[in-house]
């Protein structure tokens, strides 16, 4: 990556974090869900390992990237169902986050066809920082050359913390509904203490409906939505799925209180035990001019290892693909 592109690196990570939060967000979609309501682990009942690769803000060399992986599974002796996920968030050549995790969700039928899930999750969050490659106002000279020695010392470092979530689902008939409040002690992951760089608690509600809208054929409709707010950002997102036996697509309307509307388009391949998807982030519109068309691609693979809905009494959901 040049300096000069660093420099204006540093200028949106500290300009859009009032806007996108303290933490990379990967928006609304089940594939790592996970991560993001502790009370969805297991609720499929099969084993699943899901994995994801995201690429934000792609084609502007800005090397803002993320890794996912999570695997999840209902567990008869435990009543309920558990998870663990890794995530890796490397955000330009500057910063790095490291978070990972396990999740449990206890399993409870409180009705005839109502059941609800309660999860909690423990997790660490880890971000590290490196300067080395970093460029700053005062080396730039009258020319634009890069030549001049700077007074900002900054030390790279690391700071690892631990952190908790909450969440539960519900599950009545066809339709599925969950809250989830994460980072409940708000931990500081400055490297000096700092309340403006405490992860602020953020809410997630999320719902989908299972719509059969052919039996005959396998089709099923899903319409699906999300509400998300941390600190001072939040954002509200709604579309639905169309899935087949083997194939689905997905199509979602994003907009956050910035102003600005993104779309959301995917799909997704199931052969058995597998499923391969990819989705696309862009901007329709926006408040300013500085946010690019493009804004995320995405993709993974998901592996289902067993089945136990058989041997079991209670009430699993079928994820949407997206």
């Not at 809410?203 to 396998?218: N, P, T, V």
Request: proline share 3%; aromatic share 12%.
């Amino acid at each position: 990556m040049g300096r000069i592109t660093l420099i204006l690196l540093l200028v949106f990570v500290c300009s859009c974090e009032k806007v996108i939060g303290q933490e990379t967000g990967y928006g609304p979609g089940h594939q790592t869900m996970v991560m993001h309501n502790p009370a969805f682990a297991g609720s499929e009942y099969r084993g699943t390992m899901r994995l994801s690769y995201m690429n934000f803000l792609p084609g502007n060399n800005y090397n803002f990237h993320s890794f996912y992986i999570s695997y999840d599974s209902y567990y008869e002796a435990l009543h309920g169902g558990t998870g663990v996920f890794l995530a890796s968030d490397r955000i330009g050549s500057i910063m790095s986050d490291l978070r990972g995790g396990l999740t449990y969700s206890y399993f409870l039928q409180a009705g005839k066809e109502l059941y609800i899930n309660a999860g909690l999750s423990a997790a660490f969050f880890r971000r590290g920082l490196s300067y080395s490659d970093a460029v700053f106002p005062d080396q730039i000279d009258a020319m634009g050359g890069i030549s001049l020695p700077t007074a900002d010392l900054l030390n790279s470092g690391n700071r690892t913390v631990f952190d908790v979530g909450t969440g539960m689902m519900f599950i009545y008939k066809n339709i599925t509904g969950g809250l989830s409040v994460m980072h409940l002690s708000e931990p500081d992951i400055a490297e000096r203490s700092s309340p403006g760089q405490k992860l602020r608690r953020k809410m997630l509600l999320h719902f989908s409906a299972d719509l059969g809208i052919k039996r005959w054929s396998g089709l099923r409709l899903v319409p699906t939505g999300f509400f998300e707010i941390q600190g001072s950002y939040n954002s509200f997102a709604a579309g639905a799925v169309l899935e087949s036996r083997n194939v689905s697509f997905s199509g979602m309307m994003i907009r956050g209180n910035s102003g600005g509307i993104d779309g959301h388009a995917g799909f997704c391949v199931k052969l058995e035990g597998m499923s391969l998807f990819y989705s696309y982030r862009f901007n329709l519109a926006s408040t300013h001019g500085v946010t690019p068309f493009s804004l995320m691609h995405q993709t993974g693979l998901n592996f289902s290892f067993n089945n136990v809905e058989k041997r079991i009494k209670g009430k699993t959901i079928n994820a949407p693909d997206m």
